[in-house]
T-cell receptor, first 113, second 113 residues
Framework: DAGVTQSPTHLIKTRGQQVTLRCSPKSGHDTVSWYQQALGQGPQFIFQYYEEEERQRGNFPDRFSGHQFPNYSSELNVNALLLGDSALYLC????????????FGPGTRLTVL | AQTVTQSQPEMSVQEAETVTLSCTYD???????LFWYKQPPSRQMILVIRQEAYKQQNATENRFSVNFQKAAKSFSLKISDSQLGDTAMYFC??????????FGAGTQVVVTP
């Protein structure tokens, strides 16, 4: 049973660039949530996708956008990268939008120079 | 708004001993979920234990157990018979209804031989 997978593992970008991170949910899960974890801090909720729509959003600017595909996989896009966007980006999936338990992927480490 | 507070930045424990991690939260809701996640150096966020607020009984998962005090808004985690593999950052998290997890700042647990 495959767990949550994310790609790439690491990437380095420069300020002003755009980046796309990818996530495949755990088998049987249809809801994907994204979190940003800055160094030394707990994860912060970015948004959640269900039925290809953004269902909830945290306190993040519009530079952060996402997409969910019919196979439930998801992308996180960040435009006009800032140094402060450097963080570990975690994807989590759950059995449904009403499910309480989320299972996390290994994360993507983004470094903005 | 809900907040989650973990007041212990770091805890050290010897192998086979017991350690208790503290977590308090602030909410006006009566129905919610609480979680403890473990994040080892690999950075993978792993679910340790979950608790539904409407259940009086404290959750237990093998060597991990919680002390849930709803009136005091307290949710501590006890790790019994500590093992070297328990060394990790432990995060307490809150979820109202469904959707986003709100995390505390984390407690680093170091298990020594």
């Amino acid at each position: 049973d495959a767990g949550v997978t994310q790609s790439p593992t690491h990437l380095i970008k420069t300020r002003g660039q755009q980046v796309t991170l990818r996530c495949s949910p755990k088998s049987g899960h249809d809801t994907v949530s994204w979190y940003q974890q800055a160094l030394g801090q707990g994860p912060q909720f970015i948004f959640q996708y269900y039925e290809e729509e953004e269902r909830q959003r945290g306190n993040f600017p519009d530079r952060f956008s996402g997409h969910q595909f019919p196979n439930y996989s998801s992308e996180l896009n960040v435009n006009a990268l800032l140094l402060g966007d450097s963080a570990l980006y975690l994807c989590a999936s759950s059995l449904s939008v009403a499910a309480d338990t989320q299972y996390f992927g290994p994360g993507t480490r983004l470094t903005v120079l | 708004a809900q907040t989650v507070t973990q007041s212990q930045p770091e805890m050290s424990v010897q192998e086979a001993e017991t350690v208790t991690l503290s977590c308090t939260y602030d909410t006006s809701e009566s129905n919610y979920y609480l979680f403890w996640y473990k994040q080892p150096p690999s950075r993978q966020m792993i679910l340790v234990i979950r608790q539904e607020a409407y259940k009086q009984q404290n959750a237990t998962e093998n060597r991990f157990s919680v002390n849930f005090q709803k009136a005091a808004k307290s949710f501590s985690l006890k790790i019994s018979d500590s093992q070297l593999g328990d060394t990790a950052m432990y995060f307490c998290a809150f979820m109202k209804g469904w959707g986003k997890l709100q995390f505390g700042a984390g407690t680093q647990v170091v298990v020594t031989p």
